[in-house]
């Protein structure tokens, strides 16, 4: 269980992990019917008390007036802050190949990560840049 879920119950954990699972594959938070369907519940209305126990929680935020309106929000855990110039790169990149920020800022770690002999700091010497096309 991811440290973010701690202290969820089971199918609010459930439908966090569904609603996770569908911002990165389809790019959109999932509607209350996919939801509803995907934790076999028998209304909606057992999806509005989940999303209010994740907003209230800090693992969502809902935008009032809008279709699909759930925004996750990052945690201290997993939050990472880029310069804008880095951001903007790796958005023209994920736009380029059709998957997230979050995707292409990891496997370009990778790519630097898998480069190198050994993870050190070496202050003496210069900082190696993988470069991507592009």
Request: hydrophobic share 45%.
């Amino acid at each position: 269980m991811a440290a973010s879920h701690m202290g969820l119950t089971g199918k609010a954990r459930e439908l966090l992990d569904f609603i996770e699972h569908s911002v990165r594959q389809h790019r959109v938070p999932p509607s209350y019917e996919e939801m509803r369907c995907a934790l076999d519940l028998k209304s909606k209305s057992g999806i509005a008390r989940l999303i209010a126990q994740l907003e209230e929680r800090g693992h969502i935020r809902t935008l009032p007036g809008r279709a699909r309106a759930i925004e996750l929000q990052s945690t201290a855990s997993d939050a990472v802050m880029l310069p804008a110039d880095l951001y903007a790169r790796l958005s023209a990149e994920a736009a380029r190949c059709g998957r997230t920020v979050e995707d292409v800022a990891i496997l370009a770690v990778r790519a630097f990560v898998d480069g190198l002999p050994a993870v050190r700091a070496d202050v003496d010497a210069p900082p190696r840049v993988h470069r991507f096309p592009g």
